[in-house]
């Protein structure tokens, strides 16, 4: 009796000691990465907090170009940009394009990764070839197509053995630039494909093989779903890319919106507000419309895959 009730006083007494201990190794840890971190965090709230925090108070007001004072006007700019016809036209075109990409490009990394993994001769150069794009900066890109969509001296129509007007015509105008875009940017999920390629044990090969599964099966069967979260990723960061486009399209188009405005997109669209029309107030709450839409389309992705995970628990 007398043991039991040692046994009762000593265990909680070595468990509050134990849980002191944990703490204090805690917060010698924190306080020692905390060092380490400081500058990260110091270069993130002065270029990433800070602008938005000034974005987002500048959104409520109708400030200039020009730093003289701004009035406050409330919810002003927020209500105009929802009736401006110009804003939903080039949140259009942003979405227009990501549909068109997303896809094509999803595809098209896939296709190139399974010819760059499985292909036994030459394989850093086919691996280099399909990546090096994507280290070519956004305005050569443009300017390399500009020069290959030429409707006179093009290679584009000399080699189809048309005269398609591609950058002066509005049905052409945004394929030619979702082209572009997937020959400069199918590099990076080229890579992500083919690192998680890399990752699938071969002996689920092997016994595919023995049980009589031909390569189309493979494929299918062990391939695609090995690749699902892979390919999750690669879908939500093109999505997010995508929305964003600017620099490729405007270099195409001499810095214009194309022909009839069919390229003129959401981020040029802010751009143009804040810096040709000098309107940054205005341009300020049409980011911060736009960050929330960006923001809504990552949350949707992150819910998606707790939801996955849950599932497949």
């Not at 549909?99 to 292909?119: Q, R």
């Not at 689920?204 to 695609?224: C, P, S």
């Not at 049409?286 to 839409?293: A, P």
Request: net charge neutral.
């Amino acid at each position: 009796m007398t043991t039991a009730s040692a046994e009762t006083v000593v265990a909680p007494a070595s468990a509050r000691a134990a849980a002191g201990t944990a703490a204090v190794r805690r917060r010698q840890g924190f306080q020692h990465g905390g060092w380490f971190v400081a500058p990260f965090l110091a270069l993130f709230a002065l270029f990433v907090i800070w602008p938005l925090l000034r974005g987002l108070w500048l959104s409520f007001t109708d400030a200039n170009i020009s730093g003289d004072d701004a009035d406050f006007v409330g919810l002003d700019n927020y209500r105009e940009a929802l009736r401006d016809d110009l804003m939903w036209d080039s949140l259009g075109h942003s979405a227009y394009f990501t549909l068109l990409v997303v896809p094509c490009i999803t595809v098209l990394a896939f296709g190139l990764a399974m010819l760059a993994h499985h292909i036994e001769r030459g394989t850093w150069l086919w691996r280099l070839c399909f990546f090096m794009p994507f280290l070519l900066p956004s305005t050569v890109a443009g300017n390399l197509w500009q020069w290959l969509f030429n409707p006179g001296t093009g290679v584009v129509n000399h080699v189809l053995g048309i005269e398609t007007p591609w950058l002066s015509d509005k049905s052409y105008a945004m394929l030619a630039v979702v082209v572009c875009t997937l020959w400069w940017t199918v590099g990076f999920s080229f890579l992500l494909y083919l690192a998680a390629l890399q990752g699938i044990p071969a002996h689920l090969y092997e016994a595919a093989k023995l049980d009589g599964a031909n390569a189309w099966h493979r494929t299918v069967r062990i391939t695609l779903p090995m690749l699902r979260n892979i390919t999750g990723l690669v879908i939500a960061l093109q999505i997010l890319a995508s929305l964003q486009v600017f620099d490729q399209a405007v270099v195409m188009m001499d810095f214009g919106p194309g022909p009839e405005d069919s390229t003129r997109t959401f981020v040029q669209f802010t751009l143009e507000e804040g810096f040709t029309a000098y309107r940054v107030g205005y341009a300020s709450a049409v980011s911060i419309i736009f960050f929330v839409l960006i923001a809504a389309v990552a949350l949707a992705r992150m819910w998606l895959l707790r939801n996955r995970e849950e599932g497949g628990r």
